[in-house]
């Protein structure tokens, strides 16, 4: 929007602001953001989760198969000693 029109509706784009909106306005070519001071978030509140699990591997499976060839490797260095 232009200055203007941000002049004329100052107070409503505030209350926007505060309320969380995105509120730009362009001034001989320059975009502004109007942010309000002190209402930052915690990085860790804009963290956007991934997945970390391949959805078809079944991890169960996966749990028993890594413990028993784990049991078969100690089973293996026991039988050395």
Not at 47 to 59: F, W, Y
Request: overall charge negative; aromatic content about 8%.
């Amino acid at each position: 929007m232009t200055i203007t029109k941000f002049r004329q509706d100052l107070f409503r784009l505030v209350d926007d602001a505060i309320a969380g909106e995105p509120v730009q306005f362009t001034y001989k070519g320059v975009v502004f953001q109007v942010q309000p001071q002190g209402t930052k978030t915690a990085k860790l509140d804009r963290l956007i989760g991934q997945p970390t699990l391949n959805p078809e591997v079944d991890a169960e499976q996966a749990s028993r198969q890594l413990a028993a060839e784990m049991e078969a490797e100690w089973l293996k260095d026991w039988s050395e000693i």
